[in-house]
């Protein structure tokens, strides 16, 4: 063969592995479909234990619309690249995982694959998920099983091009996706990275939509709400004990910061009916995290500027004082009770007034006959002017920080309008 | 006749009526057949119902409007045996110048004793007018008859009420043996419309919270979050100072801000409390009150005590033990009072159940004659028994004696309400029981333990202030309410026929918390817990429920009203999930049957109950529809009692403050029907209604849950997480 | 002295601009039916409708009304009568204490103008912000359903 053939006959060698590579990556063969599992075929014990974890994956989050059934999907779950609806994940057997064998179940946890061999997208965090560990999986999949089935179909995702073709997770996974069990050392770091997937929300992501391994926990965007950092630039006015982030993951209260709000309101009912030990360690684990964050010089004196920003938004003090104070001024009943104050809120020192405007607009809400933290939201009482009024005056007057270097009143209409950053 | 006069009676005078005792008891000693409810302790027909030279009818009573419809019922029953149209009735209700003292509008009573005279008062004005009619025209009394206010003889002859006014004189007497009109149309029995209600659909002046009287000034009361804390000092200067407060009141630990404006008393008010505050005596050591009041001293009070031959050998021994948390009236608007001082004369509005009570119990705090002081009835919020009203009325009384004849009206806050109201006291039954061969019982033991249920002011020390002003008036003490009414001990006796039973009463008067009467007592608690109980004793023998309690049951109307409650409901081809419950109100007023159907989520441990059917015999009903939204009203609040409601502590303080931390049923939580049918009983006597259903719907709901998952709950509230907890177990 | 539009009429009151709306109602105005219930935003019985917005006029205050159009129940009579749901809350005789009721009233009127046909499940879900301590529920929502019917619309019974 001539010098030319040879070359040609490599190329096309290199690109028939690299096809074969791809494809071995790409293509994944369906795994058989198992006849649903009887519910009591599952040792008691482990569907419990796989219950605990449920919780303190708050798989139920996600994989419960607002108006649905527990675990039966068709959340939206919006990203950078459309709109995501979660699958049904009880023992439905034609539109949940009923036919799905432990196998094909860990096989998702850890290579995010379906049982058919499809790819599965990243908002279903198993680049997290991966790290769980044998016991920990198959305890989840006893739970999953015995789950009550729901006949229910999600929507169809509303990807744009080209995500929607589910074939380019493929390279994705191969970027980014770190597989296998991650089980050792201390428990509070193996959930917080495994199971509880705290960097889902609270670390940030790059372009393609990974999370930036060189900013764990320095805080990221989730559905319109800013998770904050969780580590050293943590910018609460108070510092996170390992008792006060327990009580906080507990209960959703935190005596010296403030209520749980967006989504990790959800979180932290899931982590209410988690292992109390468990919880603790995830809170030990961020504890520890967070000691070298600025507030643990231990500011106790709440700011209170009332006179100067009365002055500099006589329309944001009428506001507060008709329509917030009645909870949040000293001597109010919230406040009797041992309520913290505004200064020792984390959202008012984000550099975004976006969590700010979050709960202005749409409050805070118990569950349904559960004694909990309740606060009406305000999207009907003010306008966006008025929020921007209102913002500004809870920022001057119970921060020493600087202004929001943003047009509040656009910053109200886009969280008033669900816009996501 | 007496002083009073047409003037008086408007409230443009100043004559007080003393109603004595002494000349009282000579009366009641010379007659000699008992006149029927409080016509015994007020025989005068004036005192009940006077008729106007224009013929207006105004009707009295002690009772007064909680907004269980007590106004619209006696306008029905003067109106009906007067043959008036009931708009031509003007009922003026509990004042302690205009009207008979009934004690207080509590314990279901205001039909058996207000309603009873009135109706009777009402046959003699009949009488007595029907005789003047018969006088006047010259004929015979059975030839007049009596219609929308006028008498009419032979001949087309008339005469109107007016006119016939001054021939009657009601200073008199009532008679006892006076029968009933038992001619033409029943206004009693009719589904009249609610007197109340227009103005409460169009806002119109419907509350003590509308009033508004000339130079009104606003004021709150200061004080620490709850019942068993204190402010710390505050800076009361710099609160006189700010903008709009007319004055600072200051009477021992006792604080008040008086203002021009409500906004700027409210503000003030928070501006002190930012002071801080703290625990008055040692901290309570647990917060599960339930467990505090068992351990608690108590003595032993005998309930009943049924003779019996003993077990018969052989026999199956049963036990259980029921709980439920202290509980909050809630009353959705916090209470309200408005007091003014004119030349040393003190009137209080106050919604208060017990006018009489409280207005010996204000003289007393005030340090000023009984005959000085005026409390008048004016409607609140639902208010389900003793909440804040009286303490509210002493509060502004006080705050109103800094600025003599100005009215000042002072509104409890809601944090305020929950924080000092006085609640239903924690509670533990424990029943034990034995069943002979036929799983009928053979003996039956109920134990249960309690603080008081009644801390009604009858002095200055049943007053919040009272223990405030300087010098503080001694607590007020507890007693048992004597069976066969009963306190903690009420509905303890069954109305089965129970061989050999016997029941106790630990009566505990050291109390770690304020508590006094919730609705029906405790009634709720000790039917919640025998018709538990009478359940699971059914299911040990393999008996229907329903038959079951009828097998044991002699009470006729009793026995009527559960099969009543079953065939509606169609217990005999119920669904999984159904549970059922009887009591009759203090084995004396209205007898409740009803029947429960639920639906349990497993995963959730959600709760949904798809319908009720209830049964209720209150005797004669006089609006059946005002029964009808008693009884769905006693069964809603019943639920949520049942599931949601526990009232939360922390070692220093009530925790439960607003709504978010003492959350009650809403909307979605309702049941998707209740059905009430109405036992009619014409001329039985009128049984008390408002407080029959509470017991009843919560063990019904227990046995409903029961049926339903196959797992028995004894302690209040059936939570969405006990639940879970349950069906995990 | 702030301008007020309350029930189609324009009104000037003389109160601080961080009075909330219900005293504003209630003491400047005379007005009764916006009732205080917990001053927090948690029972509704202050509810009126702001540019028919049902709204805690507890939690608003005065600065943020601005010239926005403020119904209360005295508002909702005309001519024809009292209004539909007032109407029907009497037929019903939908009241023990009656304390919850108007703002109950103004609740469901911000419901039926904006969805004339809402499903039950939609019904107890709007009403849910609004407490009945009584347990008057079955009836108000019987009264609400009734109101839907003579307002041309109706509550379509849930299959669930």
């Known amino acids: 063969m001539t010098k030319g053939r040879w070359v040609l006959a490599g190329v096309a060698l290199v690109?028939?592995?690299?096809?074969?590579?791809?494809?071995?990556?790409?293509?994944?063969?369906?795994?058989?479909?198992?006849?649903?599992?009887?519910?009591?075929?599952?040792?008691?014990?482990?569907?419990?234990?796989?219950?605990?974890?449920?919780?303190?994956?708050d798989c139920a989050s996600c994989h419960t619309a607002s108006t649905g059934k527990p675990y039966a999907g068709g959340r939206a779950l919006p990203t950078p690249f459309g709109t995501i609806y979660s699958s049904n994940i009880t023992p439905s057997a034609d539109t949940g995982i009923g036919k799905w064998s432990r196998e094909a179940f860990v096989r998702a946890m850890r290579e995010g694959v379906a049982r058919d061999g499809s790819h599965l997208y990243p908002a279903f965090p198993y680049d997290h998920f991966t790290k769980a560990g044998d016991d920990d999986l198959a305890a989840l999949y006893a739970y999953l099983m015995t789950l009550p089935a729901v006949e229910?179909?999600?929507?169809?995702?509303?990807?744009?091009?080209?995500?929607?073709?589910?074939?380019?997770?493929?390279?994705?996974?191969?970027?980014?996706?770190?597989?296998?069990?991650?089980?050792?050392?201390?428990?509070?770091?193996?959930?917080?990275?495994?199971?509880?997937?705290?960097?889902?929300?609270?670390?940030?992501?790059?372009?393609?939509?990974?999370?930036?391994?060189?900013?764990?926990?320095?805080?990221?965007?989730?559905?319109?709400?800013?998770?904050?950092?969780?580590?050293?630039?943590?910018?609460?006015?108070?510092?996170?004990?390992?008792?006060?982030?327990?009580?906080?993951?507990?209960?959703?209260?935190?005596?010296?910061?403030?209520?749980?709000?967006?989504?990790?309101?959800?979180?932290?009912?899931?982590?209410?009916?988690?292992?109390?030990?468990?919880?603790?360690?995830?809170?030990?684990?961020?504890?520890?995290?967070?000691?070298?964050?600025?507030?643990?010089?231990?500011?106790?004196?709440?700011?209170?500027?009332a006179d100067v920003a009365a002055r500099a938004s006589p329309i944001g003090s009428a506001l507060f004082g008709g329509g917030c104070a009645q909870c949040h001024e000293a001597g109010a009943p919230m406040m009797q009770q041992g309520g913290p104050p505004l200064a020792w809120s984390t959202s008012l020192r984000l550099d975004t007034p976006n969590n700010t405007l979050q709960v202005l607009l749409h409050g805070l809400k118990s569950p349904a006959g559960a004694s909990g933290p309740a606060m009406p939201g305000y999207a009907a009482d003010f306008d966006d002017r008025e929020l921007a009024a209102l913002a500004a005056y809870l920022r001057a007057r119970f921060t020493d920080l600087p202004p929001w270097p943003v047009d509040l009143r656009h910053a109200a209409e886009q969280v008033r309008k669900g816009a996501n950053e | 006749m007496s002083g009073l006069t047409r003037r008086s009676l408007l409230g443009q005078g100043g004559i007080v009526v003393a109603f004595t005792l002494a000349g009282r008891a000579e009366a009641k000693a010379r007659r000699r057949d008992r006149l029927p409810g409080h016509l015994e302790t007020y025989p005068e027909l004036e005192s009940w119902i006077r008729v106007g030279d224009d013929g207006r009818i105004t009707v009295f009573t002690g009772k007064a409007e909680l907004g269980q419809g007590l106004k619209t019922a006696l306008i029905q029953i003067a109106a009906d045996e007067l043959c008036v149209a009931p708009s031509a009735i003007q009922l003026i209700t509990a004042d302690t110048t205009l009207t008979p003292d009934e004690g207080v509008t509590a314990g279901s009573h205001s039909m058996q004793d207000s309603g009873t005279a009135i109706l009777n008062a009402a046959a003699n004005v009949r009488q007595l007018l029907t005789e003047a009619a018969a006088w006047r025209l010259v004929t015979s009394s059975d030839q007049i008859v009596l219609a929308d206010g006028v008498a009419s003889g032979p001949g087309g002859l008339r005469l109107s009420y007016g006119e016939l006014a001054a021939s009657i004189p009601l200073d008199v007497e009532a008679k006892a043996d006076v029968p009933r009109r038992d001619k033409g149309r029943r206004l009693i029995g009719e589904d009249l419309p609610r007197v109340d209600i227009p103005a409460k659909v169009s806002g119109g002046a419907a509350y003590i919270q509308d009033m508004r009287l000339p130079g009104m000034l606003h004021a709150r009361v200061v004080r620490g979050p709850s019942d068993g804390t204190r402010l710390k000092p505050a800076d009361i200067e710099a609160a006189r100072r700010l903008p709009g407060i007319e004055t600072i009141v200051q009477n021992g630990s006792f604080l008040a801000v008086?203002?021009?404006?409500?906004?700027?008393?409210?503000?003030?008010?928070?501006?002190?409390?930012?002071?801080?505050?703290?625990?008055?005596?040692?901290?309570?050591?647990?917060?599960?009150?339930?467990?505090?009041?068992?351990?608690?001293?108590?003595?032993d009070v005998p309930i009943f005590d049924n003779p019996g031959p003993p077990a018969p050998a052989g026999a199956r021994a049963f036990e259980a033990t029921y709980t439920r948390p202290c509980l909050m009236h809630g009353s959705i608007g916090p209470s309200c009072a408005i007091a003014q001082w004119l030349n040393g004369n003190l009137t209080v509005w106050t919604h208060s159940q017990g006018v009489g009570p409280l207005r010996k119990s204000l003289a007393q705090l005030l340090r000023v004659p009984i005959d000085k002081v005026r409390c008048i009835h004016v409607e609140g919020s639902g208010c389900y028994g003793h909440n804040g009203a009286d303490d509210v009325a002493a509060d502004a009384a006080?705050?109103?004696?800094?600025?003599?004849?100005?009215?000042?009206?002072?509104?409890?806050?809601?944090?305020?309400?929950?924080g000092f109201e006085p609640l239903g006291s924690a509670m533990?039954?424990?029943?034990?029981?034995?069943?002979?061969?036929?799983?009928?019982?053979?003996?039956?033991?109920?134990?249960?333990?309690?603080?008081?249920?009644?801390?009604?002011?009858?002095?200055?020390?049943?007053?919040?202030?009272?223990?405030?002003?300087?010098?503080?008036?001694?607590?007020?003490?507890?007693?048992?309410?004597?069976?066969?009414?009963?306190?903690?001990?009420?509905?303890?006796?069954?109305?089965?026929?129970?061989?050999?039973?016997?029941?106790?009463?630990?009566?505990?008067?050291?109390?770690?918390?304020?508590?006094?009467?919730?609705?029906?007592?405790?009634?709720?608690?000790?039917?919640?817990?025998?018709?538990?109980?009478?359940?699971?004793?059914?299911?040990?023998?393999?008996?229907?429920p329903v038959a079951y309690r009828l097998a044991h049951l002699q009470d006729e109307r009793a026995r009527h009203c559960i099969q009543n409650a079953a065939d509606a409901f169609g217990w005999s081809k119920r669904k999984k999930g159904s549970g059922f419950a009887f009591a009759r109100y203090k084995n004396l007023a209205a007898y409740c049957a009803l029947a429960m159907e639920v639906a349990i989520d497993r995963a959730s441990g959600g709760l949904e109950v798809r319908r009720v059917v209830a049964a209720v015999d209150s005797g004669e009903a006089i609006n059946p529809n005002g029964i009808r939204n008693q009884i769905e009203g006693a069964i809603?609040?019943?639920?949520?009692?049942?599931?949601?409601?526990?009232?939360?502590?922390?070692?220093?303080?009530?925790?439960?403050?607003?709504?978010?931390?003492?959350?009650?049923?809403?909307?979605?939580?309702?049941?998707?029907?209740?059905?009430?049918?109405?036992?009619?009983?014409?001329?039985?006597?009128?049984?008390?209604?408002?407080?029959?259903?509470?017991?009843p719907a919560s063990a019904a709901l227990a046995n409903a849950i029961a049926d339903a998952i196959g797992v028995r709950l004894r302690d209040l509230p059936f939570t969405p997480q006990r639940l879970k907890a349950a069906l995990e177990a | 002295m702030i301008a007020l539009n309350v029930n189609g009429q324009s009104h000037d009151v003389d109160a601080e601009p961080d009075t909330p709306l219900l005293y504003v109602l209630r003491n400047d105005l005379a007005l009764n039916g916006a009732k205080y219930g917990c001053g927090l935003g948690q029972c509704g019985s202050c509810t009126v409708l702001i540019d028919d917005r049902p709204v805690f006029s507890c939690l608003v205050p005065l600065a943020a009304v601005g010239a926005r159009k403020v119904r209360t129940i005295?508002?909702?009579?005309?001519?024809?009568?009292?209004?539909?749901?007032?109407?029907?809350?009497?037929?019903?005789?939908?009241?023990?204490?009656?304390?919850?009721?108007?703002?109950?009233?103004?609740?469901?009127?911000?419901?039926?103008?904006?969805?004339?046909?809402?499903?039950e499940a939609e019904l107890r879900r709007h009403m849910a912000t609004n407490l009945c301590r009584c347990g008057t529920h079955m009836r108000i929502l019987a009264a609400v359903r009734r109101a839907a019917k003579a307002m041309g619309g109706g509550v379509a019974e849930d299959t669930l």
């Open chain 2, 636 to 695: 809603v609040q019943s639920l949520s009692w049942t599931t949601t409601e526990a009232v939360t502590f922390a070692p220093t303080h009530r925790t439960s403050f607003d709504w978010s931390t003492y959350p009650i049923l809403r909307f979605p939580a309702v049941p998707r029907s209740i059905d009430v049918h109405v036992i009619d009983r014409p001329g039985e006597p009128f049984l008390g209604t408002g407080e029959a259903g509470q017991g």
């Open chain 3, 74 to 119: 005295e508002g909702l009579a005309d001519k024809d009568g009292p209004g539909a749901l007032p109407a029907a809350f009497e037929a019903e005789q939908a009241a023990q204490c009656g304390y919850c009721i108007a703002g109950m009233i103004m609740r469901a009127q911000a419901l039926l103008e904006r969805n004339p046909k809402p499903t």
């Open chain 2, 398 to 418: 006080l705050a109103a004696q800094a600025v003599p004849a100005r009215p000042v009206r002072l509104q409890w806050m809601r944090e305020q309400e929950h």
């Open chain 1, 152 to 305: 229910a179909r999600p929507p169809a995702n509303k990807l744009d091009w080209p995500y929607g073709q589910r074939s380019i997770v493929a390279a994705w996974d191969l970027l980014y996706l770190r597989k296998g069990p991650d089980t050792n050392g201390d428990r509070g770091r193996v959930l917080a990275e495994g199971l509880a997937h705290c960097g889902a929300c609270h670390t940030p992501r790059n372009k393609l939509g990974a999370e930036d391994s060189a900013r764990p926990y320095d805080g990221a965007w989730i559905e319109g709400w800013f998770a904050p950092p969780l580590n050293a630039r943590s910018p609460a006015a108070q510092p996170w004990t390992a008792d006060e982030l327990f009580a906080y993951l507990r209960t959703g209260l935190a005596g010296r910061h403030a209520a749980a709000a967006g989504p990790m309101a959800r979180v932290t009912r899931e982590f209410a009916e988690a292992p109390e030990q468990d919880v603790r360690a995830i809170a030990a684990y961020f504890a520890n995290l967070m000691a070298k964050a600025p507030a643990a010089t231990n500011k106790l004196q709440p700011i209170d500027h």
């Open chain 2, 258 to 299: 008086v203002a021009k404006s409500e906004w700027a008393a409210i503000k003030a008010m928070r501006g002190l409390q930012a002071a801080g505050w703290e625990r008055i005596g040692p901290s309570m050591l647990s917060t599960d009150l339930a467990k505090t009041v068992r351990g608690l001293p108590v003595e």
């Open chain 1, 15 to 57: 690109v028939v592995v690299v096809l074969a590579a791809a494809g071995a990556l790409v293509w994944h063969p369906a795994l058989p479909a198992v006849a649903v599992p009887p519910a009591n075929s599952f040792d008691r014990a482990l569907v419990k234990k796989g219950q605990a974890l449920a919780h303190l994956g």
């Open chain 2, 428 to 544: 533990t039954v424990e029943l034990k029981a034995q069943l002979d061969g036929d799983g009928k019982i053979a003996q039956w033991k109920h134990e249960v333990w309690s603080n008081g249920h009644n801390g009604r002011p009858t002095t200055a020390s049943g007053l919040l202030a009272g223990l405030e002003v300087a010098p503080p008036f001694p607590p007020q003490r507890s007693r048992p309410i004597p069976m066969p009414e009963g306190g903690g001990h009420r509905n303890a006796n069954p109305l089965y026929a129970l061989p050999n039973a016997s029941g106790v009463f630990h009566f505990a008067e050291q109390r770690p918390v304020r508590v006094s009467a919730l609705r029906s007592l405790g009634a709720q608690m000790n039917v919640f817990a025998i018709e538990s109980f009478m359940d699971e004793l059914a299911s040990a023998a393999k008996a229907d």
